[in-house]
């Protein structure tokens, strides 16, 4: 950046000099306004000239469950991440070098040890963790790194208040359970509902005690709020889902991740239980489950800011890159939210000036400064700010499957 503002300045000085020979007003003007917009550039790609070509490339590090039962979530984060950063790379200007590496979603020695690997390798930014759990266990040793910390999908609370270096792309666990309940208040006002939820689980309490509170404050009947379940029963399900049918619920809340959720739609279809489910983003992912029958998730309701099927020209051209990468997979929620991670951060880097030489405390605090003003426009939102805890603000949306594809909610 030093480089850049000797080079304005000695610019403006020969635009002075050519002025004094005789120049006309308008190169004068001209001048002047080359300079104006090399200064205060707009978005990534005109700024992407402030950062020297020379300079090595900026490195920025996910963790996530790359293997195992969560992968689906790790997976489409890195897919996501990758095309971000391959678009990136295309344009010239500025560099990033990415690296992912599996915490297997323990959020635990296997999360920490993950984040250390990448901190060997010269991390200067860190766009994870992708679950909650991992990213619990991580937020306090960035806070001690002063690494600028960026999670993707780590929906709880507590990760942003961690520290004032963490902030999150995704919707903060209560909220989405507010808007939730707001939805139903509005489509289905006078349902019966059921929650079942896993009580072990930070992510999926977290957004049951936003829910309840909003459901309560709309009135909204809520016959079963006490279904839970936790990691260690989670097999077997059929005591959760009979309590609601017994109940009488007419809608279901599921506040937690796909794996389970197959199990309670396998489960009520075997004893004829029909009611509308309702799920979060933890949901997105289900159509994608081994072995599961995805005609039995039709007319299933679930939040998520990203639509696949829109017709906007980034989605379009995201989900074909991510297909093209992922043997045809269609992209979720997370992939999305991974994209514009790294857009957020390289938007960021560029205004502030941080590249491949920047010290990871140096970039921290640059970074900060950029989040506490930056508007982002994404795939996963339009208008994105962040607050003072580094929690998001967007708008929420939801879709229902429909012959097997989501479509957004009238």
């Known amino acids: 950046?030093?480089?850049?503002?000797?080079?304005?300045?000695?610019?403006?000085?020969?635009?002075?000099?050519?002025?004094?020979?005789?120049?006309?007003?308008?190169?004068?003007?001209?001048?002047?306004?080359?300079?104006a917009e090399t200064a205060a550039p707009a978005e990534g790609e005109t700024a992407a000239a402030e950062n020297s070509a020379d300079a090595p490339a900026i490195k920025i590090g996910l963790t996530g469950p790359l293997t195992g039962a969560n992968s689906e979530y790790g997976l489409a984060?890195?897919?996501?991440?990758?095309?971000?950063?391959?678009?990136?790379?295309?344009?010239?200007?500025?560099?990033?070098?990415?690296?992912?590496?599996?915490?297997?979603?323990?959020?635990?020695?296997?999360?920490?040890?993950a984040y250390n690997t990448l901190k060997d390798w010269g991390m200067q930014i860190f766009a994870g963790a992708v679950t909650t759990g991992s990213a619990l266990a991580i937020a306090a040793e960035t806070v001690n790194d002063q690494i600028f910390m960026l999670t993707p999908s780590a929906s709880a609370v507590d990760v942003a208040m961690t520290g004032s270096n963490v902030y999150q792309m995704c919707f903060t666990d209560p909220n989405q359970g507010a808007s939730a309940a707001e939805l139903m208040a509005e489509k289905w006002p006078d349902a019966t509902i059921g929650v079942i939820y896993d009580s072990s689980d930070a992510y999926s309490s977290g957004i049951v005690d936003g829910f309840l509170a909003k459901a309560e404050e709309l009135g909204l009947n809520v016959a079963v709020d006490n279904a839970a379940f936790t990691q260690d029963n989670k097999a077997d399900l059929s005591t959760q889902v009979t309590q609601c049918k017994d109940a009488g619920c007419d809608l279901v809340f599921l506040p937690f991740?796909?794996?389970?959720?197959?199990?309670?739609?396998?489960?009520?279809?075997?004893?004829?239980?029909?009611?509308?489910?309702?799920?979060?983003?933890?949901?997105?992912?289900?159509?994608?489950?081994?072995?599961?029958?995805?005609?039995?998730?039709?007319?299933?309701?679930?939040?998520?800011?990203?639509?696949a099927n829109a017709t906007d020209e980034a989605t379009?051209?995201?989900?074909?890159?991510?297909?093209?990468?992922?043997?045809?997979k269609v992209p979720n929620q997370f992939a999305a939210d991974g994209y514009d991670v790294i857009y957020a951060l390289y938007n960021a880097c560029v205004a502030a000036g941080i590249d491949g030489n920047t010290p990871a405390d140096e970039a921290?605090?640059?970074l900060q400064e950029q989040f506490a003003t930056m508007t982002v426009d994404g795939l996963t939102g339009t208008g994105m700010t962040w607050d003072e805890n580094g929690m998001i603000s967007k708008a929420p949306a939801a879709v229902v499957v429909t012959d097997g594809v989501y479509v957004p909610m009238a």
């Open 364 to 366: 921290c605090a640059l």
């Open 77 to 113: 984060v890195r897919g996501g991440m990758e095309i971000a950063v391959a678009e990136i790379n295309a344009k010239g200007g500025l560099q990033i070098e990415f690296k992912a590496e599996d915490d297997e979603a323990d959020g635990s020695d296997k999360a920490v040890s």
């Open 257 to 307: 991740y796909y794996t389970e959720a197959a199990q309670v739609l396998t489960y009520a279809n075997t004893i004829g239980y029909e009611p509308t489910f309702f799920g979060c983003d933890g949901m997105d992912g289900i159509l994608n489950v081994e072995g599961f029958d995805t005609a039995l998730a039709e007319g299933l309701v679930l939040m998520t800011p990203f639509d």
């Open 1 to 35: 950046m030093k480089k850049f503002v000797a080079l304005l300045l000695a610019c403006l000085m020969v635009a002075s000099l050519f002025a004094g020979c005789g120049s006309t007003g308008s190169t004068e003007t001209e001048a002047a306004e080359t300079a």
């Open 316 to 328: 379009v051209s995201f989900v074909e890159q991510f297909k093209a990468n992922n043997d045809g």
